[in-house]
């Protein structure tokens, strides 16, 4: 287990943990995404994999990949590799 994983008294990591499986079945309807790590997570850090989705978009918009990096960016989501559209991680807690 990793040492983030780790419930506290409160299981504030464990509300996170359901937080984050919740945005993940979301993120898993996009047609073309996947959830490259074991699933359900028990963590909130996860590799994804957008190559039948973003990657496709990304081929003809003007801004090639980076114009995924602004869509989050406008939504408070934060700390992607800008230009990333086919196999990454996000962690769903800051």
Do not use: C
């Not at 790590?37 to 957008?50: F, I």
């Not at 990096?69 to 086919?86: N, P």
Request: aromatic share 10%; charged share 30%.
């Amino acid at each position: 287990m990793l040492p983030s994983a780790r419930a506290g008294a409160d299981g504030a990591l464990d509300e996170e943990v359901k937080k984050s499986n919740y945005f993940l079945e979301q993120f898993q309807r996009i047609e073309g995404s996947r959830v490259l790590s074991q699933w359900p997570r028990k963590h909130t850090l996860t590799k994804v994999d957008t190559t039948g989705s973003f990657d496709v978009v990304a081929k003809t918009h003007k801004r090639r990949g980076f114009f995924f990096s602004d869509e989050l960016k406008e939504r408070g989501i934060i700390g992607e590799f800008a230009g990333a559209t086919r196999t990454w991680k996000l962690n769903t807690t800051a």
